[in-house]
């Protein structure tokens, strides 16, 4: 019996030695709570397994916040873009719109790189088929990105200064898409740099300031009776001493150009020619009594168109853009009580020209079309102010022009509704919300950022009452300029024009790109006008 019993021993202790080594295993490689798990490369230990978290549900983004107001947007859910370190502004390198994403770049303290655009990156594109036009741009924020895109490079670069805005305000651009563009052609700021001078430093910062708020002209009325303000090598005797040079009118020019801005230049004729008939003293007008007519070249005489068409073509080379001033406005002879009786030589001039029923106003007329003729000989197509325009004359002022609309004061004054039913492009001066004349002169008052933005309107040409709707659209409107004028130049320095038209140029860019009423009140948007610069 005894080897039995001994063998049935040996298997019992076999079978809890082995029972022993399976629970010692299990332990060990089962994790234990809140203890690490098994080790892991290296030996280190690894982190117990545990679920992903839910994913974060975001509610749909509000419209980002800038001036002007975009137009369309189509709010995602996500957390949006913000610029940080290692993100880049993304172009082809040597393409198109470098410069743009350069620009962006440096503003955002993000670097500028090419090549595909990844997650924190923003991405700049040519894309013919964006609607909007020129100007128009279409901006997604996905996936921590953000791609701007238009069909144009002015409208790229409008995308991005809805970006740079954005995040100024908030520090982010939210998720979703903008679809944007302007409602008006033109949009801008007129400086009247004769009267006063305005040095080239704050005529840049204007710019600067513009490209940000999507304006895109800069007028220049460089002539007047008081200065004349651009160096010239072919009359340098009738150029003030405090002038700005033709190479810091270039460098202003390539900088607008940069920025998406056009100058347009004005010399004023035939009116408000005093500084340059000081230096041609044989070309100022005389009245009957044989006194001279202030600041009134004679139209009479041949040589003074001459003098005029060699100062525009002069200046031509330095002003690339579209368009080109020709003034028209105010010629003293007109505003006589009887202009053939004080000046009845110019009367004789126009019969002999126009036939018996011609009289002043036709050789005034005739004066502007050939200065037209000049300027369109040169590319662009001329504006003139409403009061050289006109009516009821032989002599009909030539076509292919815009009319400049600022007053219904003058004498024979004309609704805007006239212009435009007789087929006249009318760009807005409305001198009772845009003009800002220095010292406040002739019961002209400095205008406000919130009458602007409040009761004004692309198609509130005179006065406060808007033309009717079917005149009023953008092919018969083509946009609107605040008008700085330096009457009493002393009244203000350049720094407090610079503050005084702050707010009325942001209240002009916002209505000008959408001319809707704006849907924000007032101090909301006095205090992003803040926040965003």
Same mark, same amino acid.
């Given at each position: 019996?005894?080897?039995?019993?001994?063998?049935?021993?040996?298997?019992?202790?076999?079978?809890?030695?082995?029972?022993?080594?399976?629970?010692?295993?299990?332990?060990?490689?089962?994790?234990?709570?809140?203890?690490?798990?098994?080790?892991?490369?290296?030996?280190?230990?690894?982190?117990?397994?545990?679920?992903?978290?839910?994913?974060?549900?975001?509610?749909?983004?509000?419209?980002?916040?800038?001036?002007?107001?975009?137009?369309?947007?189509?709010?995602?859910?996500?957390?949006?873009?913000?610029?940080?370190?290692?993100?880049?502004?993304?172009?082809?390198?040597?393409?198109?719109?470098?410069?743009?994403?350069?620009?962006?770049?440096?503003?955002?303290?993000?670097?500028?790189?090419?090549?595909?655009?990844?997650?924190?990156?923003?991405?700049?594109?040519?894309?013919?088929?964006?609607?909007?036009?020129?100007?128009?741009?279409?901006?997604?924020?996905?996936?921590?990105?953000?791609?701007?895109?238009?069909?144009?490079?002015?409208?790229?670069?409008?995308?991005?200064?809805?970006?740079?805005?954005?995040?100024?305000?908030?520090?982010?651009?939210?998720?979703?898409?903008?679809?944007?563009?302007?409602?008006?052609?033109?949009?801008?700021?007129?400086?009247?740099?004769?009267?006063?001078?305005?040095?080239?430093?704050?005529?840049?910062?204007?710019?600067?300031?513009?490209?940000?708020?999507?304006?895109?002209?800069?007028?220049?009325?460089?002539?007047?009776?008081?200065?004349?303000?651009?160096?010239?090598?072919?009359?340098?005797?009738?150029?003030?001493?405090?002038?700005?040079?033709?190479?810091?009118?270039?460098?202003?020019?390539?900088?607008?150009?940069?920025?998406?801005?056009?100058?347009?230049?004005?010399?004023?004729?035939?009116?408000?020619?005093?500084?340059?008939?000081?230096?041609?003293?044989?070309?100022?007008?005389?009245?009957?009594?044989?006194?001279?007519?202030?600041?009134?070249?004679?139209?009479?005489?041949?040589?003074?168109?001459?003098?005029?068409?060699?100062?525009?073509?002069?200046?031509?080379?330095?002003?690339?853009?579209?368009?080109?001033?020709?003034?028209?406005?105010?010629?003293?002879?007109?505003?006589?009580?009887?202009?053939? /009786?004080?000046?009845?030589? %110019?009367?004789?001039?126009? =019969?002999? $020209?126009?036939?018996?029923? +011609?009289?002043?106003? #036709?050789? *005034?007329?005739?004066?502007?079309?050939?200065?037209?003729?000049?300027?369109?000989?040169?590319?662009?197509?001329?504006?003139?102010?409403?009061?050289?325009?006109?009516?009821?004359?032989?002599?009909?002022?030539?076509?292919?022009?815009?009319?400049?609309?600022?007053?219904?004061?003058?004498?024979?004054?004309?609704?805007?509704?006239?212009?435009?039913?007789?087929?006249?492009?009318?760009?807005?001066?409305?001198?009772?919300?845009?003009?800002?004349?220095?010292?406040?002169?002739?019961?002209?008052?400095?205008?406000?950022?919130?009458?602007?933005?409040?009761?004004?309107?692309?198609?509130?040409?005179?006065?406060?009452? /808007?033309?009717?709707?079917? %005149?009023?659209?953008?092919? =018969?409107? $083509?946009?609107?300029?605040? +008008?700085?004028?330096? #009457?009493? *130049?002393?009244?203000?320095?350049?720094?407090?024009?610079?503050?005084?038209?702050?707010?009325?140029?942001?209240?002009?860019?916002?209505?000008?790109?959408?001319?809707?009423?704006?849907?924000?009140?007032?101090?909301?948007?006095?205090?992003?006008?803040?926040?965003?610069?």
């Amino acid at each position: 019996m005894a080897p039995k019993v001994r063998n049935r021993t040996v298997m019992v202790v076999l079978a809890v030695a082995v029972t022993a080594a399976v629970v010692l295993l299990v332990t060990q490689l089962a994790p234990r709570s809140g203890t690490n798990g098994p080790p892991g490369p290296g030996g280190r230990p690894q982190p117990p397994a545990t679920s992903p978290p839910p994913p974060r549900e975001y509610r749909l983004a509000e419209a980002p916040r800038t001036i002007p107001a975009v137009r369309e947007w189509r709010a995602g859910r996500g957390p949006g873009w913000r610029p940080v370190g290692g993100g880049r502004v993304v172009a082809e390198r040597g393409g198109p719109l470098e410069d743009e994403a350069r620009l962006l770049a440096g503003e955002l303290d993000l670097e500028y790189g090419d090549g595909d655009a990844g997650p924190g990156d923003v991405e700049l594109a040519l894309s013919p088929d964006t609607p909007g036009g020129r100007e128009g741009y279409e901006l997604t924020t996905e996936d921590n990105r953000v791609r701007i895109r238009g069909s144009a490079r002015a409208g790229v670069f409008y995308g991005t200064r809805t970006l740079l805005q954005s995040v100024r305000e908030r520090g982010e651009m939210p998720e979703g898409t903008v679809r944007d563009r302007p409602d008006r052609a033109q949009r801008g700021l007129m400086v009247d740099i004769a009267r006063k001078h305005f040095p080239a430093d704050w005529l840049a910062d204007r710019i600067r300031e513009m490209a940000d708020l999507k304006l895109n002209q800069l007028h220049l009325h460089f002539s007047d009776d008081q200065a004349f303000r651009i160096e010239s090598e072919t009359s340098p005797e009738m150029v003030a001493e405090r002038h700005l040079t033709k190479r810091e009118v270039r460098e202003l020019v390539r900088l607008a150009r940069s920025r998406h801005v056009t100058v347009v230049p004005e010399i004023d004729s035939p009116g408000h020619l005093g500084a340059v008939l000081e230096a041609h003293p044989e070309l100022k007008l005389r009245n009957a009594a044989g006194q001279e007519v202030p600041g009134a070249i004679d139209i009479g005489n041949p040589e003074s168109g001459r003098l005029i068409d060699r100062l525009v073509r002069e200046y031509a080379p330095l002003f690339p853009g579209a368009y080109w001033h020709l003034g028209g406005d105010e010629y003293r002879p007109l505003t006589a009580s009887d202009p053939e /009786a004080n000046h009845p030589r %110019l009367h004789r001039i126009a =019969r002999e $020209r126009f036939g018996a029923g +011609a009289g002043v106003a #036709d050789l *005034a007329t005739a004066w502007l079309n050939d200065r037209a003729a000049t300027v369109r000989a040169l590319g662009y197509t001329p504006q003139v102010w409403n009061d050289g325009m006109h009516a009821g004359g032989v002599v009909k002022p030539s076509a292919g022009r815009e009319v400049a609309y600022w007053t219904g004061k003058e004498i024979g004054a004309r609704q805007p509704e006239e212009y435009l039913r007789e087929g006249w492009s009318l760009v807005n001066f409305n001198d009772e919300y845009l003009y800002y004349v220095l010292g406040e002169p002739h019961d002209f008052i400095y205008p406000t950022g919130e009458r602007i933005y409040r009761e004004w309107s692309p198609a509130v040409l005179r006065g406060s009452r /808007a033309v009717p709707a079917e %005149l009023a659209g953008p092919d =018969r409107i $083509r946009g609107a300029r605040l +008008a700085v004028w330096c #009457d009493r *130049a002393g009244a203000q320095t350049v720094e407090e024009v610079a503050a005084g038209i702050r707010l009325p140029l942001r209240a002009l860019a916002q209505r000008v790109w959408d001319p809707r009423p704006p849907e924000a009140p007032w101090p909301d948007f006095a205090e992003l006008a803040r926040k965003v610069e």
